[in-house]
Nanobody, 126 residues
């Protein structure tokens, strides 16, 4: 069973950068679409970025477009979220998730993602 572990979160100042990593173990994610989803305190989950199995197609939510990018290294079984120009409103717990039944294509439906990590906290101060 594939397990996902996020890392790279922490405290950053507004305008700063962080890179989150999502490492898979117990199996391969190389054929799965992967997503980064965040939940801010008191708010609903939202998709931040998703990527298809090969990395050739991505989706970035408008809220972070131009600031965040998603990438993957299938050889390392790892997906990344590169976050630049951070804002206090980016403060949230960030989760990565794998969509195993989409033939590698990305989706922005939460129920398309069957495997979730435990999350990593990102806090952006002013």
């Amino acid at each position: 069973q594939v397990q996902l572990v996020e890392s790279g979160g922490g405290l950053a100042q507004a305008g700063g950068s962080l890179t989150l990593s999502c490492a898979a173990s117990g199996g391969t994610i190389s054929r799965y679409a992967m997503g980064w989803i965040r939940r801010a305190p008191g708010k609903d989950r939202e998709f931040v970025a998703v990527i298809n199995w090969s990395g050739s197609s991505t989706y970035i939510t408008d809220r972070v477009k131009g600031r965040f990018t998603i990438s993957r290294d299938n050889a390392k079984e790892t997906v990344y979220l590169h976050m630049n120009s951070l804002k206090p409103e980016d403060t949230a717990t960030y989760y990565c998730a794998a969509a195993t039944q989409t033939n590698g294509g990305w989706r922005t439906r939460f129920d398309s993602y069957e495997i979730w990590g435990q999350g990593t906290q990102v806090t952006v101060s002013t």
